[in-house]
Nanobody
């Protein structure tokens, strides 16, 4: 079983909103830093948003391209981390994956060791 399971993707019209969910299975997400990453066809995986564990104050970091539009948050009693995406644009089209790790500095994929399979988000132009 994958340690992380994403849900909530699909096709969304430009300007609309969608919320992605990352469910931890077999471990408690609040003990870890969690990040959302995306990969568009032909492009490298990039960090979208990261949140630290509670011991590090649940601090967040966002890619410049999503600041003011995306919000990462936790629901500890659900063992989930969410990515609220507002005002979606065609350039947001990608496979979105969540990942967990001990901590992050730069919100880069190399800082995270546990990954989900990903969920597709498509914003038509």
């Amino acid at each position: 079983q994958d340690p992380l399971v994403e849900s909530g993707g699909g096709e969304v019209q430009p300007g609309a909103s969608v919320r992605l969910s990352c469910q931890g299975t077999g471990f408690i997400l609040d003990y870890y830093a969690v990040g959302w990453f995306r990969q568009a066809p032909g492009q490298e995986r990039e960090g979208v948003a990261c949140i630290s564990n509670s011991d590090n104050g649940d601090s967040t970091r966002y890619a410049d391209s999503v600041k003011g539009r995306f919000t990462i948050s936790k629901k500890k009693h659900e063992n989930r981390v969410y990515l609220q995406m507002n005002n979606l644009k065609p350039e947001d089209t990608a496979i979105y994956s969540c990942a967990a790790g001990a901590f992050y500095r730069e919100c880069r994929p190399s800082e995270f060791g546990y990954w989900g399979q990903g969920t597709q988000v498509t914003v038509p132009s």
